[in-house]
């Protein structure tokens, strides 16, 4: 195993939300990893390494040119400690009022691409068979050409489609955070080549609103290759392992090249955002059923508001998944 890690995100600290009329504490925060490379330095230190560098133009792999250069452009226009909110949805490229952009904010979202490039690039050359991502901000809630849900650029896509540059093999991505991954399925809707499932709250309820419903299963060629579990407030491991159990079935029977996680912690029954109760000993049985998948896999940070919480889901998931 492999993990990678990149101190910078410590530089990106955004302040603010506005939760409905008002303004809270964004809780998008450094910590939020820190605590899980903490916890995972203690077991796995010589499995650390670098982020690399790479061309900003696998960017365009996954994201519209004028979204891409909205953001650097916003970026550029704001001061040290200033925080921008969209005013004007459509024009401002970010689909809702708890993302802000910062000066670094497009700098920021790069250096966590390069994390997962990076992740992509080392299963791809066979290095190792599992990679974490310790990255932030996420990224599963940006799309083509919108941010949101405090994600700039989407990680999962374009590492996924990176690995496709460089195979033409066939990608499935596992989205296990609370909120449904609506960039990612955004991107892949239309893919025969990527097969998407995410399990998540449900969004009659839950952010982001707008998707993750059963009844989107994608569109023309990429019709029947993306999967929605919406589940119910307050369930537990029992019913979760046996949503995924159905997911891997449909993996296994897609039979991809690669595997892309998008984890998040806040289904940890102690996470302030989410709402389910999954534990410690449930995330290790998830990462055992998800070795039973054997080709690389890249597990790629999202979600996971509390940072102790964080910490235990990450270490129990790689127990699991090293057994």
């Known amino acids: 195993m492999k993990i990678v890690y990149d101190p910078r995100h410590m530089f990106y600290n955004p302040k603010s939300e506005f939760d409905r009329i008002k303004m809270v504490e964004n809780p998008e925060t ?13 077991k796995y230190e010589d499995s650390f390494v670098k982020s690399r ?15 891409i250069t909205w953001l650097k452009a ?18 401002d490229r970010i689909f809702d009022n708890g993302t802000p952009i910062l000066n670094n904010s497009f700098e920021m979202a790069w250096i966590s691409i390069k994390n997962a490039l990076t992740g992509a690039q080392i299963i791809y050359e066979n290095s190792d068979d599992i990679v974490y991502v310790g990255t932030r901000p996420p990224g599963h809630h940006a ?31 596992l989205d296990l955070d609370f909120h449904h991954g609506n960039g990612t399925q955004e991107i892949f809707y239309q893919d025969v080549s990527t097969l998407f499932i995410s399990i998540h709250g449900n969004p ?13 299963i994608g569109e023309n060629e ?17 019913i979760y392992q046996r949503v995924l159990e159905k997911s891997l079935l449909e993996i296994e029977s ?46 790629l940070q999202e979600g996971g508001y509390n940072p102790i919480a964080n910490a235990e889901a990450v270490n129990s998931l790689l127990s699991g998944l090293l057994r």
């Open 30 to 42: 450094p910590i939020r990893v820190e605590e899980i490379i903490k916890v995972l330095k203690l």
């Open 53 to 67: 560098d790479f061309p900003r133009s696998y960017l365009y792999l996954a994201h519209d040119p004028d979204y």
């Open 74 to 91: 916003k970026s550029k226009t704001l001061k040290d400690g200033e925080e921008y909110f969209p005013k004007v949805f459509g024009y």
């Open 143 to 173: 799309g083509l050409s919108m941010g949101g849900g405090y994600c700039y650029f989407n990680n999962t896509a374009v590492a996924a489609k990176y690995l496709q540059t460089k195979t033409n093999g066939f990608v499935a991505i």
């Open 204 to 216: 009659s309820n839950n952010y982001p609103y707008i998707s993750g419903y059963e009844w989107e």
């Open 222 to 238: 990429g019709k029947g290759y993306n999967f929605n579990f919406p589940l119910e407030d307050g369930i537990g491991g029992t």
């Open 254 to 299: 897609f039979d991809p090249d690669y595997l892309l996680i998008s984890f998040g912690s806040d289904t940890h029954k102690d996470d302030p955002l989410g709402t389910f109760n999954l534990n410690k000993r449930d995330y290790e049985e998830i990462g055992r059923m998800i070795n039973q998948i054997t080709i690389p896999k890249l597990i």
